[in-house]
């Protein structure tokens, strides 16, 4: 019996397409799958690792790989029968089948063959990312928790890019390991959807260790449950947004020209790789998002937008004030608050990014490739982020406001931000 049941299983399981298990119900014209001799044998072909069994959720699916035996004979015996069981080949079994030739030149569709569970991950270097985010070919899009890839409608079936490269990776997102070193993580049932070329791509990308999965990306995916934090990258475009629906409140224009809520650039986001160009390429794009952000007519009528300077022979010259400058003037103006470490901490996060945008500019040298910029491009987002959030909390303050306030999230509100 073991033998024509294992036979129908395996058939089962290859010839799915999804590497799915044979629900005992289906069994019914082959077994008496209701007697005693029918379980017995599943049990001890469960003993000999010869099959497994799926009890709970979508049992049409292996989600996970590991379970103990143990668990799953407990289960076999407590567990409603048949319902909606389901049998597998167990991979120690499938270990020496040679139908895995087939699969022989796609790594992760040879995993699911193998017994892998469709929601086991597998991680990999953030660098993995940067052909399809740098390849406008590609739709890429994140929030730094969940992420997708796919091929842009006018590429997808054209002559121009081959059928291998017209891809679609349904899911990714985030994961860590005991330093908080970021990595790209990735469920096996959609690795295992792309081509046989990129598949290997991934691969030869893929690191191992001690590596969890984001707690969002793991509450929102295994779960399914919505995410508790924002991350920092968004709550920092929304903040831009709540500050531009203030300054209308009370009468003025948008104090910056642009939120990003709905064109946020891809490139604003951590590092994929952690190299002084990306490094520097992200400070010119946060400064272009910070003080050239700001609009100057906001400002119009309140304070002086130049200033006169005599030259050294005595002329007198009107300069433009930069930007951080005005803001600085305008607060200082309106605003007296009994404690001036925010505002302070405001400004200096505003000319830090300044500062360092200016500095490449001064210079030629080599690309550096150092772990370094990774954490201190973290440290520099939370205190962009938090500079823009102290001049929201500032506006907020204004009669106007505080009568007919914007309506804000509660996880904004609250500051309840993933800046990892």
């Known amino acids: 019996?073991?033998?024509?049941?294992?036979?129908?299983?395996?058939?089962?399981?290859?010839?799915?397409?999804?590497?799915?298990?044979?629900?005992?119900?289906?069994?019914?014209?082959?077994?008496?799958?209701?007697?005693?001799?029918?379980?017995?044998?599943?049990?001890?072909?469960?003993?000999?690792?010869?099959?497994?069994?799926?009890?709970?959720?979508?049992?049409?699916?292996?989600?996970?790989?590991?379970?103990?035996?143990?668990?799953?004979?407990?289960?076999?015996?407590?567990?409603?029968?048949?319902?909606?069981?389901?049998?597998?080949?167990?991979?120690?079994?499938?270990?020496?089948?040679?139908?895995?030739?087939?699969?022989?030149?796609?790594?992760?569709?040879?995993?699911?063959?193998?017994?892998?569970?469709?929601?086991?991950?597998?991680?990999?270097?953030?660098?993995?990312?940067?052909?399809?985010?740098?390849?406008?070919?590609?739709?890429?899009?994140?929030?730094?928790?969940?992420?997708?890839?796919?091929?842009?409608?006018?590429?997808?079936?054209?002559?121009?890019?081959?059928?291998?490269?017209?891809?679609?990776?349904?899911?990714?997102?985030?994961?860590?390991?005991?330093?908080?070193?970021?990595?790209?993580?990735?469920?096996?049932?959609?690795?295992?959807?792309?081509?046989?070329?990129?598949?290997?791509?991934?691969?030869?990308?893929?690191?191992?260790?001690?590596?969890?999965?984001?707690?969002?990306?793991?509450?929102?995916?295994?779960?399914?449950?919505?995410?508790?934090k924002i991350s920092i990258f968004d709550a920092f475009c929304q903040e831009l947004k709540l500050i531009n629906e203030m300054s209308v409140i009370f009468g003025k224009p948008p104090l910056f020209l642009k939120d990003y809520c709905l064109n946020r650039p891809k490139e604003f986001g951590f590092l994929l790789r952690p190299t002084e160009s990306e490094f520097n390429n992200f400070i010119l794009l946060l400064d272009k998002m910070m003080s050239d952000n700001i609009n100057k007519s906001f400002f119009e009528q309140d304070v002086e937008l130049e200033v006169d300077e005599v030259r050294d022979d005595g002329k007198i010259i009107v300069r433009q004030k930069g930007t951080i400058q005005i803001l600085e003037s305008w607060i200082n103006k309106f605003y007296k608050p009994s404690d001036n470490k925010p505002l302070n901490e405001m400004f200096a996060a505003f000319r830090k990014v300044r500062n360092l945008r200016q500095k490449p500019a001064h210079k030629i040298s080599t690309d550096i490739f150092d772990q370094k910029y990774i954490h201190t491009q973290q440290d520099i987002i939370l205190q962009s982020y938090e500079a823009v959030r102290t001049l929201r909390l500032i506006l907020s303050n204004h009669p106007l406001v505080k009568a007919n306030p914007p309506k804000i999230s509660d996880q904004l509100y609250k500051g309840e931000i993933w800046h990892i």
């Not at 120690?92 to 040679?98: E, G, I, P, W, Y």
């Not at 049932?189 to 969002?216: C, F, M, N, T």
């Open 1 to 228: 019996m073991l033998d024509k049941l294992y036979e129908i299983v395996e058939k089962k399981y290859f010839n799915s397409g999804d590497f799915n298990g044979m629900p005992i119900y289906g069994l019914e014209k082959d077994f008496d799958i209701k007697s005693e001799e029918f379980r017995n044998v599943v049990k001890n072909a469960i003993k000999d690792e010869i099959l497994t069994v799926t009890f709970h959720g979508n049992t049409h699916i292996r989600a996970f790989s590991g379970c103990p035996k143990q668990k799953v004979l407990d289960w076999w015996e407590t567990e409603d029968y048949p319902a909606h069981i389901c049998l597998y080949p167990h991979a120690n079994k499938l270990a020496n089948s040679l139908k895995l030739s087939a699969y022989k030149n796609s790594p992760y569709e040879l995993e699911l063959a193998k017994g892998a569970g469709q929601l086991d991950f597998r991680t990999f270097d953030l660098s993995v990312l940067e052909y399809y985010r740098n390849d406008p070919r590609y739709s890429y899009n994140t929030d730094y928790i969940h992420g997708s890839i796919c091929i842009e409608d006018a590429y997808f079936e054209s002559e121009s890019v081959p059928e291998h490269d017209q891809i679609l990776l349904q899911s990714f997102g985030f994961a860590y390991d005991d330093d908080m070193n970021r990595y790209v993580a990735v469920f096996l049932r959609y690795l295992a959807d792309l081509s046989e070329e990129h598949q290997k791509v991934w691969s030869a990308k893929e690191v191992s260790g001690s590596i969890k999965l984001h707690p969002d990306y793991y509450a929102s995916s295994i779960e399914g449950k919505w995410g508790t």
